[in-house]
């Protein structure tokens, strides 16, 4: 219905590599499958997405060095000058585009579409975080000089769009309001589990270490995401309730994994916890097909509060129950397939997690609950066609 055969689109992205970047890599498959000639310019990965170029199924990736952030703000300013210059670099070989679409954080990479909308392309802007709520939640500094740079950055990319493309609708709220733009411009697409990548497989006791449940964590492991809120209440569900009848294995890595390991630890919780770090899809989905219970910690926090969590999609396209805090875009994503805590309540989070392993029929009817939604109204069929919306209106 959308497609517009025999046009360039280029994607931008900074934070992960492609195809990693499950996100942006569904746009570039619907982009292609719907007659685009999809490029995209991202960091390069290390034990994955290494290559320089690339050609995966039909998109062009083209691919720099980039050493990840250390040290606060200013290590973000380093690495965000070096993506810069070598996307803008990337960018002139590739040439003549009818889209340039940029996914953010950080919310520089307008600068880049700037120069190729004087060449002619529509920039569709993919505001994948809000930053200035990302800083305010990340780093703890106020609303310092630092903060105020970043919102100017934010209002210049809204400026410089000509299509917004939102998350959710608090995202897109922010769109109409902050950043001024209309409605007929600012598009919902929501993330979606690639179903593909999520499918069932029989349960493995033995990665329950023994016990009889396993609780899951899946994600990114940075300042905002919460695993210290998971692990201190796990403290709680053994200290408090008394509950020593689970294994936790908390999948993925980030920022803080050093430091999260070293907390469960302090806590003595060695012997019930393992981190097993990023792990292939086919291990991915043997831990979530045994697990009982799937933990989403994220705090309330200015960002968490409005942001769409990827592994509560993700937990709900395995048919998981989750616990979370009460968060407003938690609530919009998981519906009854979740139960809320207090916001950062981490004694309310065990006492929940404990409830949901003593009744294995609420388990499975949340669980069924949250893959009717994913396979529903929240499937990428749904994200695609905005997707395609939003191009179309970005050539209008």
Known sequence: MWALPGKRALILVENLSVPFDRRVWQECTTLRDAGWEVHVICPQGTKRDAEREAVVDGVRIHRYPLRAATGGPSGYVQEYGSALWHTFRIARRIGRV?????????????????????RGARFVFDQHDLVPELYLSRFDRGKDLLYKGVCALERATYRAADVVIATNESYRAVALT?????????????S???????HQVPPEPELKHGKPHLLCYLGVMGPQDGVD???????????????????AAFIGSGD???AMVALSRE??????VEFTGRIPDADLVRYLSTADVCLSPDPLNPLNDLSTMNKIM????????????????????AGDAAVYAPANDV????????RLLDDPAERARMGTLGNERVNGALSWRNSAASLLAAYAAACE
């Open 314 to 333: 993700e937990y709900m396209a395995m048919s998981r129950p989750i616990v979370s805090f009460d968060l407003k875009e938690a609530r919009v994503s």
């Open 229 to 247: 809120y998971a692990l201190r209440a796990l403290a709680s569900l053994r200290d408090d309730l008394g509950r020593t009848d689970w294994h």
């Open 256 to 258: 803080t994994f050093d």
């Open 178 to 190: 902050r950043g001024n733009k209309t409605p007929e411009d600012v598009f919902v697409v929501r």
């Open 347 to 354: 004694r309310e989070f065990a006492k929940l997690t404990a």
């Open 267 to 272: 806590l003595g919780l060695a012997d019930h």
């Open 98 to 118: 009818d889209v340039v679409h940029a996914c953010n954080p950080p919310d520089l990479l307008f600068l880049v579409a700037r120069m190729l909308k004087r």
């Open 192 to 198: 979606a589990p690639a179903i593909e990548r999520f």
